[in-house]
């Protein structure tokens, strides 16, 4: 099937994302964790909720002709875009397409269906390269930058797992929005297509 080769790409670069950061975490939590302490810079009191800085310091690696700062800016902003992307595309295709499922004429039906799946077909390819350019934007960090690596993976690790339903939900959503669109093309079945549009265009903003 069509929609099965989109799915597993994506579910494959994602599982190497999650991979990479969880184990990137090489140091476990202090012993004082949870216990009151003080902020460093502001001394203002509080309890640790996280791995100290302190216990994470080591240097950045360096390379040859390589700007880390000005490598991961511009891989983290080519990331930023096309996730922009995945975002707004699907919410212009459900409005369009709900445009044209109100349209008296029928051509203008056709007009309306046919730019909102061609819009839609742009934002799977979108997914794709968006989840590529995330791939190399963690291996940029974690290869520039190890011990914020560490530091950023140790304190949001209990929410990776959040994060893969709804990168997973979000992939699976979108696939099957746009590859059902000929199947649920009559007038019949149209709420139901449009609600697989709410559902994916929902997954994205949590996303």
């Known amino acids: 099937m069509p929609i099965v080769k989109p799915i597993l790409g994506l579910l494959v670069v994602f599982l190497l994302q999650a991979g990479i950061v969880l184990g990137a975490v090489p140091k476990t ?11 460093i810079f502001y001394q203002t009191p509080g309890s640790i909720e996280g791995p100290a800085v302190a216990d994470n310091v080591q240097n950045y690696s360096s390379y040859p002709l390589v700007d880390n700062r000005l490598v ?10 096309f996730g922009g992307f995945v975002l707004s595309i699907p919410l212009f ?6 445009l044209g499922f109100t349209r008296q004429h029928q051509a203008s039906r056709q007009k309306f269906d046919g730019l ?3 819009i839609l077909r742009v934002a799977l390819l979108s997914m794709s390269i968006t989840a590529l350019l995330g791939s190399f934007m ?3 960090f974690v290869t520039l930058y190890p011990g914020f690596m560490s530091y950023m993976g140790a304190t ?5 797992p959040v994060y893969a339903t709804v990168f997973v939900s979000e992939a699976l959503l979108l696939a099957l929005y746009y590859y059902s669109w000929d199947f649920m093309k009559t007038p019949s079945r149209k709420w139901t297509h449009m609600t697989l549009g709410v559902l994916s265009n929902g997954t994205g903003v949590i996303l």
């Open 116 to 118: 909102a799946r061609d």
């Open 93 to 98: 295709s459900l409005l369009l397409e709900f």
């Open 156 to 160: 949001f690790k209990p929410v990776m």
């Open 138 to 140: 963690l291996v940029t």
């Open 29 to 39: 939590l202090p012993p004082n964790y949870g216990q009151p302490s003080q902020d």
């Open 72 to 81: 991961v800016w511009f891989v983290t902003q080519q990331h930023t875009y």
